[in-house]
């Protein structure tokens, strides 16, 4: 399938709520250029926790300006406790500032041969790509997300407990919605996506339903 219009999709969502998995699927599905923003936050947390004394405005800065998507792609990033570092550092408005215009590279910049761009993060559908086409914000209840997320951290083999992983993720939410740089909130002009009671696939079908319907009637394929 090929789009005469370039698109771009934002999409917000707290910690846990399956929004990775269903912008992964339908970046492939539509060919768009896929960008987990959280996993910068945590690469740069990986960077605290290995080396503190070393974790720089200038250090990240040129790590910021040599990232390459690929290098998200690390098993290491996943854990629970980069999960918690990557908020706190996520406060950072200088942090935050340089994260921006990586962002911002990938939602505008991507390369030709996709037919545009989908990102994922806290602050993508106000902040990053305001003039995106398709604006969604995918949630769940707290509970539904402490399971999803205690069941991938087993499967990558992490010792923790659900009880530890809930805590957490009740910790991290407290901090995306109310810190005062960049919080994460559902605009009105995003879609509202419950995922407690959709499977992964149905979640998926329903977001594509949504795109594919608005670009048939904007007549983009
Ligand atoms: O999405 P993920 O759980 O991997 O994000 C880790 C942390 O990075 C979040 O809890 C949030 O504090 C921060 N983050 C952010 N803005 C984004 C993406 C993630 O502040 N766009």
Redesign the pocket.
């Known amino acids: 399938m090929k789009f005469k219009k370039k698109i771009k999709i934002a999409i917000d969502s707290p910690?846990a709520a399956g929004a990775g998995t269903v912008a992964k699927k339908i970046s492939n599905y539509f060919n768009l250029l896929y960008l987990d923003?959280?996993?910068i936050?945590?690469m740069l947390a990986f960077l605290k926790f290995r080396n503190n004394k070393n974790f720089k405005y200038s250090t990240i800065k040129k790590k910021m300006s040599r990232l390459k998507i690929i290098d998200l792609e690390n098993k290491k990033l996943l854990s629970d406790k980069i999960?918690t570092i990557?908020?706190e550092i996520?406060r950072d408005k200088k942090i935050r500032k340089l994260v921006h215009n990586f962002q911002i590279k990938c939602a505008y910049n991507f390369p030709k041969k996709y037919n545009g761009s989908c990102l994922d993060?806290?602050?993508?559908t106000y902040k990053i790509i305001p003039n995106a086409e398709f604006k969604f914000f995918i949630t769940a209840n707290v509970k539904a997300r402490a399971i999803r997320r205690y069941k991938e951290l087993k499967k990558l083999g992490k010792k923790i407990t659900y009880k530890e992983v809930l805590k957490s993720i009740k910790k991290?939410d407290n901090?995306?919605y109310n810190r005062r740089i960049?919080p994460l909130k559902k605009t009105k002009d995003s879609v509202l996506i419950n995922t407690s009671n959709l499977t992964k696939s149905a979640c998926f079908f329903k977001i594509k339903k949504i795109i594919e319907e608005k670009i048939k009637i904007n007549g983009n394929i």
């Open positions: 910690a923003t959280g996993k936050y945590r999960g990557a908020s996520a993060g806290r602050d993508i991290r901090s995306d960049s």
